[in-house]
C-alpha cells in the first residue's frame, strides 16, 4: 500500500518553478515574489473527496476533487484561468491532467519515505518541488 500523501508538508526545495511560471505567462513581478516563498502543502481526505492546499505568506491555493471525476478548476490567484481537471493514481503517483489554454499541463504528487514530492508541467517547463511532512502539525 503506498503511503498516504495526508498531512501537512514542508517545501525543502523548488527546481525551475521559473520556468514553470514562465510557461503560465506570470509577470515577472509576480514570479519574484512567488520565488520566495516556502509553500506548505496541507492534504486531507474525507471519504472519497481529497483536498489540497498550498499555503503560503502571499496566497493560498485550494482544490477539492474526487478521484477520476474531472472538475472545473479555477487557478485564481495563479494564472487565473479556467481549466478541466482529472486526477487519477498512475501507480503510487497521484497525478492531474489540465486541460485548456495551455497545452501539456498538469502535476503528480508523491511520497517517498517521509518526503512528498510534486512535479508540476507546463509546455514543456518542469517544476520539481519537494515538501518533508510536518510531524507538528
Ligand atoms: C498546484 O499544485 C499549484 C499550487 O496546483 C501553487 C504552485 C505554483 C503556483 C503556480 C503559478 C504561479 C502563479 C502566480 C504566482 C503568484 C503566487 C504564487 C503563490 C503560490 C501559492 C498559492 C498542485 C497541487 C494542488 O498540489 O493544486
Not at 70 to 89: A, M
Not at 109 to 122: Q, S
Request: aromatic letters at 10%; charged letters at 25%; one cysteine or more.
Amino acid at each position: 500500500m503506498p503511503t498516504s500523501v495526508c498531512g501537512t508538508w514542508d517545501m525543502i526545495s523548488n527546481v525551475n518553478f521559473d520556468g514553470y511560471m514562465k510557461a503560465l505567462g506570470i509577470s515577472v513581478h509576480l514570479r519574484k515574489i512567488a520565488l520566495r516563498l516556502k509553500l506548505k502543502k496541507v492534504i486531507e481526505q474525507q471519504g472519497d473527496q481529497y483536498i489540497v492546499k498550498t499555503v503560503s505568506t502571499f496566497r493560498n491555493y485550494t482544490i477539492s476533487f474526487k478521484i477520476g471525476h474531472e472538475f472545473e478548476e479555477f487557478t485564481k490567484g495563479l494564472d487565473n484561468r479556467h481549466i478541466k481537471s482529472t486526477v487519477t493514481w498512475q501507480g503510487n503517483k497521484l497525478t492531474c491532467e489540465q486541460t485548456g489554454e495551455k497545452k501539456n499541463r498538469g502535476w503528480a504528487h508523491w511520497v517517498e519515505g517521509d518526503k512528498l514530492h510534486l512535479e508540476l508541467y507546463c509546455d514543456g517547463q518542469i517544476c520539481k518541488q519537494v515538501f518533508k511532512k510536518n510531524v507538528n502539525e
